[in-house]
């Protein structure tokens, strides 16, 4: 089951266990997990999309190693909160994500993502380059983080 409400989404999961988060894009996907007890999100992994059998099953492997119980998956809208062409290929991807790993999904607005983490490594003094290699799974666990704030 897709959600678009924290608190349908909370319903539908487990008490415990663990979430995963994704920031999708066309080339790779960011991916952060969170502990059982959903405190702390912590970024994981860029992983550079292949096709869509491989992806998935990427994913469904670390969903194992992980006792995954939902997916949080950011949801690029627009800046006026409308939903362009990268949103619906973010709701392909997670109908396809569900029919694969039967778990729920949440999605999360994700429009200030990328920005405020990019603003935090610049802050920090790193540089693009570096920041080029890390901020898809640094997205990942700041749309993570917000939402376990939510739930």
Known sequence: MIYDSASEFASAIPFEGSLLGLDYGQARIGIAVCDRTRIIASPREVYKRRNISKDMGHIARMVRENSVVG???GLPLSPDGT???NCALVRAFAEKLVKKINL???????????AAVTRSMQDAGVKRKDRQAVDDKLAAGYILQCALEML
């Open 71 to 73: 997916f949080v998956i």
């Open 83 to 85: 939903e362009g062409e």
């Open 104 to 114: 729920p999904v949440l999605f999360y607005d994700e429009r200030f993502s990328t």
